[in-house]
Each structure stands twice: as C-alpha cells, then as structure tokens.
DNA sequence: CGTTGGGTTGAGATTGGTCAAAATGGGTGG
DNA sequence: CCACCCATTTTGACCAATCTCAACCCAACG
C-alpha cells in the first residue's frame, strides 16, 4: 500500500516533471515534449517485478508514485539493491541503448510508473539534442550513486551504511516534496529491504537500528522515520548530498 | 612501470579505436572525427591523481596505456576503488555534463592518455548525434559494472570477490587484446589495489590468493595471472561476461 | 650492503552472520 | 468486537569470516 495520500494520476506536478524543472535546464518547448511522452500509466502491485532481466527493452519506466528498487539476484537466492527508486526516479534509463538488462527492477509498495516508449523517446533526442545530453546526466548521476554506495558497501561500518542511507533518503525526498518538514519523511519498506540495500543481514540491520535509535541518532516507528538531528546523523555516517548533483546539470557553454 | 611492450603512441591501433569499432557501431566518418580529437597524450607517473574531487572538469581523460583506478577516499583515509581502469577505458565521462566529480581518478602504474577537450567533443556530439549515443551507452555500460561489482560487494564472500574480478578483468583485457593467450594477462597490481577493489583488507586478500592457488583455480607470480580453468573459476564466483556488454551498443531500429 | 616496498605468517579480537524461537501488530473474516 | 493469521520485528546463543596488529621475509634497487 503506498503511503502518499493522492493518486499520481491526480498529483498537480508529477515529481518527475519537477525534477526535470528543477535539475535538467531544458525549455519549456523540451519539457512539453518530455510530458507528452509520459502520458501512459502503469499500476504494479508490491513485491512485483517491473522489468527483469532479459529482452530488448521497448519501454522505460519512471516512477511516479510508491517505492522500487533495482536488484541483482544470486542463483542461489543472495539479492542486492543497487539502487531504492523514489517518485520521481527513472528506473531503467540504459533501456535505451543496452540490448539486455543485467538487473531488473522489483516494486516495494504499490507503484505507479510512467511508461515511456523507447522510440519516441529516441524520436524526441534527436529532435531536441539537449533531451539527450539530460538523460546522459541522469545516467552519469546514478553512477555517482552506484559509485558512492559502493565506497559505503566496501568500508563503511554498518552503523554508517544505514546512517548514511537515512540521511540520503531525506535528501532525495525533501527533493521532490516528500519529506514531512525538514527531517521525517516515511519510510514505507521494512527491515528486510534496508538489508538488501545495505548488505547486510536483517537481523544485523534490526540490532543496528536499536543502537541509532539508542543514540537518539533517528526515530523511527512503524513506517515514520524522524531524524532529531540531520547534521549528527551527516557527521556519523560522512554523509554529503554533492554526490546525489542536485544542482543539477552542467550547462554546455 | 607499465608492463606494455610497445609505448602507446606507436602501437598501430589504439585500445580505444579498438573498442569504438567494435563497439560503438558508428560509421568511418564519426570515427574519423572522434580519432581527430584524441591527438593530445599525457603521460602520468604511477601512484598520482589524475583528477580529483573538485573543479568543472575541462578535459576528458581515456587511458591508452597502464592501469588506474576511479577511487573514492574517506577523510580517515579508508579507501575504495568503484573502478579498475585498463587500456582503451574512458576514466571520466561524467565530466561532460557534472559540475564537479566525486570521484577520483588515480593512476596504478606508469600510464598514457588521451585528453579530449569537453568542449571540442561536444561539438562532435552535436554534429554527430550517434557520438553521442555512444557516451550515453558508455555511462550506462559503467552503470552495468558498478552494479555486478556492487553485488558483490554486497553479498559475495572474500573468494568470490576476487574470483570474479579476474573473470572480469580477463574478459576486458581479451578484449582490448591484451591478454596472453585466452587464460593469462598481466597484472601489475598490488595485493593492496586488490584490497581497495574487492573491499577487503590486505591480509585477507592475501590470504584468499593463496587458497585460490591451493584450490589450483589461479596461477599468480610476480604480476602474471594465469587461470588454468576458466571455466571453473567463473562457476566459482558466478561471473558471467554479459554485465560488461561485449556485444556492443544496441541499435536505434 | 642497507633500504624499501610488497608479500606472508601468526595470534587474537570483532563485526556481523546463522539459526531458531518469541513477541508484536496490522488486517481479515466471523 | 474478537480471534486468528501472517508478516515483520525482536531476542538469544553461538559461530565464522574477516580484521587488526605486529613481526618477518624477500627481492629489487640504489
């Protein structure tokens, strides 16, 4: 069930046209033909693949409503999030020029997407050159998330992980208006999803979280996450929002 | 010292040609054009920054000759590479369109560049829309690698850790031609530059090379790798080639 | 030769994993 | 409104992979 009170259907703004109002640089001549691209809707329940790994993809996805995640699979069941897809996000821009995707994206909560079709998408690049050089700024951006995550995967503690995940979820949210003030924003996954984003494994993680919690570090009940102090929670977990660039594009000049 | 014959400015086709022809699918004209902005070489020392964290990047850096790696440090000094960097490799695409990277490029060995002007090379893409195609793919491509390496950072244990990234740097250096035979390439890393890609501790690298010997699953003096059984090494760490898209860029049809 | 940068080894500490059970809590059907 | 069910969270006891620290070795090189 998704925790956003009004359909995305209905939602004034899609997050998504914010986010590229907001970061890409575009005209409004660019934008329009962005939207008119997003016209179809796709509902997808919890804990259901959108895309999987396989096929030449026709369709890009963008997440208008509810939480996914992008996952790699062990055979032998091991599965890690590379990436927790929040409204606004594009789930599978390299759909565009990749013949096979190596990791699939799988739904959280209720979701609502956006389906783009990948030739039109492709008419509109070559007819506004400037649509192409953001959506390569958006792949560039993931992988300075990838990047980043992977620093946290590889050295950092797992109390750091999950601070410096909380405090990057508060910055994505707070971005496109889904943060409840400047430091709760809900948190609509359970403990299990945060270990497979972490590596971690969910009984490590729930210990983790009681230790935060102890510190006064977060708060966090039911699908509420408050955070007392940001800056604390930054320090702890050497959090700095640069890598997530949303200052969005670099002008070409 | 790199461990290359021939200096790169004299060998006939250079690693990254190599890889755009086979690759890119992108016609001689568009080539021609990309060769032409690629006159320009650096040559860097072992151990040294080729970029750092900081500044509007002006240049675009492709590595020719030698090895590096994309680093992300912590203010303690705790250290993780997101990326090995082998001949023919693009070091720093995002610097087209990012403001300021957040992720370093080091050298690991004696190594030759190509610096391409970021401006010159946006007015390639822009009179060539297919280069661009190409960068877009390259990033995505990065995506795809940093998502398996991320995996495995996740969820791998120290053996397939390391298993895995000789599978990997096997397939690209084949690629690129500069493995020896089908089974051997050299490897002028240290057992810390392992450390620093796998997200393991020296010692525990070390330690994981010598059952890998034990198990006869690799063969590793001075900086010869050598894989008797390709096969069984890829079964061991569940490696499987099809993340780095060797089969090129996907048509636009 | 002496120095130095890897590589190797050992002993002991720790973080995080495993397995299994118990508590909690929201949602559903009666 | 209650009883039950399931998913999720929490707890406990124990274990294993990996880390830490420190020493030692060795080959390359000045």
Known sequence: MSSFAA????????PFSLKLRRLAGLGEQEIAAIDALCHERRHIAANREVTSESA????IHVLLD????????????????????????????DG?????????????????????????????INAFPAVGHVITWFACVENSMLTTRMAMLGRASARERIAHLFCELLARL??????DGDSTIQLPITQ????DVTGLTPVHVNRTLQ???????????????????????????????????????????
């Open 96 to 124: 565009l020029f990749i013949r096979r995707y190596d990791c699939g994206v799988a739904t959280l909560t209720a979701c609502t997407f956006a389906v783009i079709s990948r030739a039109e998408l492709l008419r509109v």
């Open 66 to 93: 509810g939480w996914a995640a992008r996952q790699k699979l062990f055979p032998d069941g091991r599965r890690q999030f590379s990436a927790l897809l929040v409204p606004g996000d594009i789930c599978d821009v």
């Open 192 to 195: 299990e999803t945060l270990s």
């Open 7 to 14: 359909p995305a259907d209905k939602v004034a703004i899609n």
């Open 174 to 179: 707070q971005f496109v208006g889904l943060a």
């Open 211 to 253: 230790v935060l919690r102890a510190n006064e570090l977060i708060r966090l009940e039911g699908h509420r996450l408050a955070v007392p102090d940001p800056d604390r929670l930054r320090q702890v977990s050497g959090f700095s929002p640069d890598y997530l660039h949303l200052d969005g594009i670099r002008q070409r000049a």
């Open 56 to 59: 030449e993809p026709e369709h």
